[in-house]
Nanobody
Framework: QVQLVESGGGLVQAGGSLRLSCAAS????????MAWFRQVPGKERELVAV????????YYINAVKGRFTISRDNAKNTVYLQMNSLKPEDTAVYYC????????????????WGQGTQVTVSS
């Protein structure tokens, strides 16, 4: 069983920055595709960013391109999401997730999920 533990959420003003971290207990972390999702009440969970096992390939949704950066440190079994120029519409609970089969969508391909961390951006 793999555990994913997110941290780094909080309250920030529009234009500010936050860095989310997700620590994984996986024994083969460098083989896992890692992703960040976000969800607001009443809406479906939204994919935000994905990174390949080695870190060479990344993907972002258009809404965060140029503002968010996903990265990973395989020596520390940790994936990060650096969020800059935050907007009120970025407010959500952010989840990290892992999958070993590759690909980025749909959410059902992800084997493990963290508990989520709240990000609130005030205007």
């Amino acid at each position: 069983q793999v555990q994913l533990v997110e941290s780094g959420g909080g309250l920030v003003q529009a234009g500010g920055s936050l860095r989310l971290s997700c620590a994984a207990s996986s024994r083969s972390f460098s083989s896992d595709v890692m992703a960040w999702f976000r969800q607001v009440p009443g809406k479906e969970r939204e994919l935000v960013a994905v990174i390949s096992g080695g870190g060479a390939i990344t993907y972002y949704i258009n809404a965060v391109k140029g503002r968010f950066t996903i990265s990973r440190d395989n020596a520390k079994n940790t994936v990060y999401l650096q969020m800059n120029s935050l907007k009120p519409e970025d407010t959500a609970v952010y989840y990290c997730a892992s999958n070993r089969q590759g690909g980025r969508w749909p959410p059902q391909i992800y084997d493990y999920w963290g508990q989520g961390t709240q990000v609130t951006v005030s205007s």
